[in-house]
């Protein structure tokens, strides 16, 4: 199980820092995952990080986000900066091993002055 907190309603320019649980899984070893599907629109994928810590970014938000992950706490974070209106979407975690693929309810990000 995945879930998912730390969305909300900011204004351009503002930070937001969402974070994922993970629950009855060995979330060491899977890697992680932000996407976000914005009304209307595909899902597409924002950012990932290896169950060694290597981050990956897609192009629209390099430079603005940083994906981490705390094994300790089994969580997974993304904070993004400088957020600008067409950031806004529900954003969704997920975590893929092999043929595992869990996927959390997802959190609403709103961008807008």
């Known amino acids: 199980q995945l879930v998912e907190s730390g969305g909300g309603l900011v204004q351009p320019g503002e930070s937001l820092k969402l974070s994922c649980a993970a629950f009855?899984?060995?979330?060491?070893?899977?890697?992680m995952n932000w996407y976000r599907q914005a009304p209307g629109k595909q899902r597409e994928w924002v950012a990932g990080i290896s169950s060694g810590g290597t981050p990956t970014y897609a192009d629209l938000v390099k430079g603005r986000s940083t994906i981490s992950r705390d094994n300790a706490e089994n969580t997974v974070y993304l904070q993004m900066n400088g957020l600008k209106p067409e950031d806004t979407a529900a954003y969704y975690c997920?975590?893929?091993?092999?043929?595992?693929?869990?996927w959390g309810q997802g959190t609403q990000v709103t961008v807008s002055s």
């Open positions: 997920n975590a893929r091993l092999l043929r595992d693929d869990f």
């Open positions: 009855g899984f060995q979330f060491n070893v899977y890697g």
